[in-house]
């Protein structure tokens, strides 16, 4: 009873990375190429978002905004002379990163790809695709859940009383975004 098997050689050759044999130039520059298209694809999503710049500071103010709601003189401030435009420079590269990391995620991949074995390329594939909608989930969870109880139990602290100087929340803009 003998079990006829594959030759080591074969079964190892059906699992072995795809890509031919490359030199190190010719690595280098598939990865300089790969980053070039993920950095444009982050460029044009900075570009497409810093025109929506002011409504992304509106929806991610809002949490506080709610809070705030119907007291009068609430506002946000900006004390650097530059604040207000960096602020709206630092949310348009994230927005634009967020937009475009689908792409920059398929170039890590496209170049990762061709070293990896068979079995390998189909486990890394599924987390590829779904990290977007995890990286999502779990940006609603902080948006809606746990940004309104910060913001309250942060805005508790204010004392408003005739006794002494009253203690009194005026969020910097680029303080508030930063977390």
Not at 24 to 48: C, D, K, P, S, Y
Not at 147 to 165: C, H, N, S, V, Y
């Amino acid at each position: 009873m003998t079990k006829k098997t594959k030759p080591a050689s074969k079964a190892a050759s059906e699992e072995a990375p795809s890509a031919e044999s490359m030199s190190m130039t010719e690595h280098l520059q598939e990865l300089r190429n790969r980053l070039v298209v993920a950095i444009l694809a982050w460029l044009l999503g900075f570009a497409v978002t810093y025109g929506f710049a002011e409504q992304v500071y509106q929806f991610l103010a809002a949490p506080l905004a709610d809070i705030y709601a119907g007291q009068e003189s609430r506002r946000m401030i900006y004390t650097g002379l530059a604040e207000g435009f960096i602020t709206y420079l630092k949310l348009a590269m994230f927005s634009g990163f967020i937009l475009a990391f689908p792409v920059i995620a398929a170039q890590l991949y496209f170049f990762v790809a061709p070293g990896l074995y068979k079995r390998e390329r189909r486990v890394m594939l599924p987390f590829l695709l779904f990290s977007p909608l995890v990286f999502l989930c779990g940006a609603a969870l902080a948006y809606y859940g746990v940004f309104p109880l910060a913001w309250k139990f942060f805005t508790g602290f204010e004392m408003r009383g005739a006794d002494g100087l009253p203690i009194i929340l005026e969020a910097r803009i680029s303080e508030y975004l930063s977390y």
